[in-house]
């Protein structure tokens, strides 16, 4: 390294290092440093002269001096900066001029014209294709917030970089679109791979989001379940009832019929035929209401197109479509899901025919209940009576 380099380089660091806002998170010494190494990269492989090498590292060191004064035309003061210096260290004039010149073609909106050029735009942009893209990218952007000058967010960022990727900068040495192009497309990729995720995220958000809108309200949702769910359960309770009361009065006929029919042939006992009458008629007629409450009703469990088609029936509940095939069924159901009315309507119908079964089962309950208290009161009274009035010598024998 010549020893102008050497001073270029203490002198830029410790300009950077000292006078340089510490806002500016990329534009820093950091980033010299790295256009300077990507700058050595490039001249290891091309075989320019010791001058011309010196010149490109003189601009690598140099290039970005100038943002000590600010963002704006931080080229033009850069070269100022240059030329003063290099002025004090006795650098002729041609060499100033040269190092100024690679210093503007930094510009992003330069064209490079001879190879110098091109050396120092790809070592400037180098970052690109380096896997430090991703830190160094993060720190321009907070940059550029913390500056003043804008601020991205995350979407509107990567989308900046993919368009600068695709459209704005390209790799003019041979060297770099042999070695740094591959990292480059791999970086665009991600940014890309990273959009399309976002992009999947943001349509299942939205699907979300519409479906949500379009499903009934959760308090409507809590209506139905806990209707349907309370409906349920009064049934189950009303059917438990009725297997109850079947079994007590199976119970009770078991023990007339085993303990006091037989006795019923003797003359002496037939003061006990009208209240083992009494007892039995009360315990099969409960039974017989019993079963009615709990006997499920036959339906023809067919349904026609023109049914579904006007919503008449009921897919909801089996007895409805037992008797279709799966296929009929599969056609009628696919026609209720797509209509969130008709899916509606049949809840609230599976809720009114539930209401009107309950309705029936709990007033047979409620008669059988009933005709069981009377019936064992009157048949209590009547053996108490005919015991009193008619055969009380036959208390012990019979028990």
Same mark, same amino acid.
């Given at each position: 390294?010549?020893?102008?380099?050497?001073?270029?380089?203490?002198?830029?660091?410790?300009?950077?290092?000292e006078k340089l806002d510490p806002k500016f998170l990329y534009h820093n010494l950091k980033h010299t440093q790295r256009v300077v190494k990507s700058t050595k990269e490039l001249l290891n492989f091309?075989?320019?002269?010791?001058?011309?090498? *010196? %010149?490109?590292?003189? !601009?690598?060191?140099? %290039?970005?001096?100038?943002?000590?004064?600010?963002?704006?035309?931080?080229?033009?003061?850069?070269? /100022?900066?240059?030329?003063?210096?290099?002025? *004090?260290?006795?650098?002729?004039?041609?060499?100033?001029?040269?190092?100024?010149?690679?210093? $503007?073609?930094?510009?992003?909106?330069?064209?490079?014209?001879?190879?110098?050029?091109?050396?120092?735009?790809?070592?400037?942009?180098?970052?690109?294709? /380096?896997?430090?893209?991703?830190?160094?990218?993060?720190?321009?952007?907070?940059?550029?917030?913390?500056?003043?000058?804008?601020?991205?967010?995350?979407?509107?960022?990567?989308?900046?970089?993919?368009?600068?990727?695709?459209?704005?900068?390209?790799?003019?040495?041979?060297?770099?679109?042999?070695?740094?192009?591959?990292? #480059?497309?791999?970086? +665009?990729?991600?940014?890309?791979?990273?959009?399309?995720? *976002?992009?999947?995220? !943001?349509?299942?958000?939205? +699907?979300?989001? #519409?479906?949500?809108?379009?499903?009934?309200?959760?308090?409507?949702?809590? =209506?139905?379940?806990?209707?349907?769910?309370? %409906?349920?359960?009064?049934?189950?309770?009303?059917?438990? #009832? !009725?297997?109850? =009361?079947?079994?007590?009065?199976?119970?009770?006929?078991?023990?007339?019929?085993?303990?006091?029919?037989?006795?019923?042939?003797?003359?002496?006992?037939?003061?006990?035929?009208?209240?083992?009458?009494? =007892?039995?008629?009360?315990?099969?007629?409960? $039974?017989?209401?019993?079963?009615?409450?709990?006997?499920?009703?036959?339906?023809?469990? /067919?349904?026609?197109?023109?049914?579904?088609?006007?919503?008449?029936?009921?897919?909801?509940?089996?007895?409805?479509?037992?008797?279709?095939? =799966?296929?009929?069924? *599969?056609? !009628?159901?696919?026609?209720?899901?797509?209509?969130?009315?008709?899916?509606?309507?049949?809840?609230? #119908?599976?809720?009114?025919?539930?209401?009107?079964?309950?309705?029936?089962?709990?007033? +047979?309950?409620? $008669?059988?209940?009933?005709?069981? $208290?009377?019936?064992?009161?009157?048949?209590?009274?009547?053996?108490?009576?005919?015991?009193?009035?008619?055969?009380?010598?036959?208390?012990?024998?019979?028990?």
């Open positions: 390294m010549s020893e102008i380099v050497e001073k270029t380089e203490r002198f830029v660091s410790n300009i950077l290092t091309y075989n320019l002269s010791d001058q011309e090498n *010196e %010149h490109l590292l003189l !601009a690598a060191w140099f %290039h970005d001096v100038g943002h000590i004064q600010g963002m704006e035309n931080h080229e033009e003061k850069s070269c /100022k900066t240059a030329k003063k210096f290099l002025e *004090e260290n006795g650098y002729d004039d041609e060499g100033i001029t040269k190092v100024c010149n690679l210093i $503007m073609a930094t510009k992003m909106d330069h064209e490079p014209s001879n190879l110098m050029e091109g050396i120092i735009r790809d070592a400037d942009i180098s970052h690109f294709a /380096k896997k430090s893209y991703w830190e160094t990218t993060d720190y321009l952007r907070d940059e550029l917030r913390e500056l003043g000058i804008a601020d991205y967010s995350a979407r509107e960022w990567r989308d900046k970089n993919i368009k600068m990727f695709r459209l704005k900068h390209k790799f003019y040495t041979d060297y770099a679109k042999e070695k740094w192009e591959p990292g #480059k497309e791999d970086n +665009l990729k991600k940014l890309l791979k990273e959009k399309k995720t *976002e992009k999947k995220i !943001a349509k299942k958000e939205a +699907l979300k989001a #519409k479906y949500k809108s379009e499903s009934p309200d959760r308090s409507i949702q809590t =209506l139905y379940r806990v209707t349907l769910k309370n %409906h349920l359960k009064l049934s189950d309770i009303a059917d438990t #009832k !009725a297997n109850i =009361l079947l079994s007590v009065n199976a119970i009770v006929i078991s023990v007339v019929l085993a303990n006091l029919l037989t006795k019923l042939d003797n003359p002496s006992n037939t003061y006990l035929i009208y209240p083992t009458f009494i =007892l039995i008629l009360s315990s099969v007629t409960s $039974m017989i209401l019993s079963v009615l409450a709990t006997r499920p009703n036959i339906t023809r469990g /067919k349904f026609s197109k023109e049914d579904v088609e006007n919503k008449d029936v009921n897919l909801l509940f089996f007895g409805n479509f037992h008797q279709m095939s =799966l296929q009929e069924y *599969e056609w !009628a159901l696919g026609e209720l899901v797509k209509d969130k009315e008709y899916i509606y309507n049949s809840l609230t #119908k599976d809720l009114y025919y539930l209401g009107l079964v309950l309705n029936k089962k709990y007033k +047979l309950l409620r $008669m059988t209940y009933t005709i069981f $208290m009377i019936g064992m009161i009157i048949s209590v009274i009547a053996f108490g009576i005919a015991f009193r009035f008619f055969g009380p010598e036959n208390f012990t024998y019979l028990f």
